[in-house]
């Protein structure tokens, strides 16, 4: 199983990006979706999660400037970003949670996509 992100990049403060992940390899079922991000010195933290019944949940401090949606016939998470600040600077991961025919269920982590925030 393979995560790919793509959609990150430098924006001004003000700006809006989407972030895509997507999910392939031997998948039975993807349970939770979400994205992660760490800045540098700092702890990674949660940004947006969304279960398979498009439940989500969100970080204080991304809520009500970000959405996360998926599109489960192409295993797919995106992050619609907006109203983007300098602390938003980071790398973005995409998590999954997967059920496979070998390895059972297990979490998955991209590979990470840079935004930067910046005039």
């Known amino acids: 199983v393979q995560l790919v992100e793509s959609g990150g990049g430098l924006v001004q403060p003000g700006g809006s990006l989407r972030l895509s992940c997507a999910a392939s390899?031997?998948?039975?079922?993807?349970?939770?979706m979400g994205w992660y991000r760490q800045a540098p010195g700092k702890q990674r933290e949660l940004v947006a999660l969304i279960v398979s019944g498009s439940r989500t949940s969100y970080g204080d401090s991304v809520r009500g400037r970000f959405t996360i949606s998926r599109d489960n016939a192409k295993n797919t998470v995106y992050l619609q970003t907006n109203s983007l600040k300098p602390e938003d600077t980071a790398v973005y991961y995409c998590?999954?949670?997967?059920?496979?025919?070998?390895?059972?269920?297990?979490?998955?982590w991209g590979q990470g996509t840079q935004v930067t925030v910046s005039s």
């Open positions: 998590n999954a949670v997967i059920t496979t025919g070998i390895r059972g269920t297990v979490n998955y």
């Open positions: 390899g031997s998948i039975i079922s993807i349970n939770t």
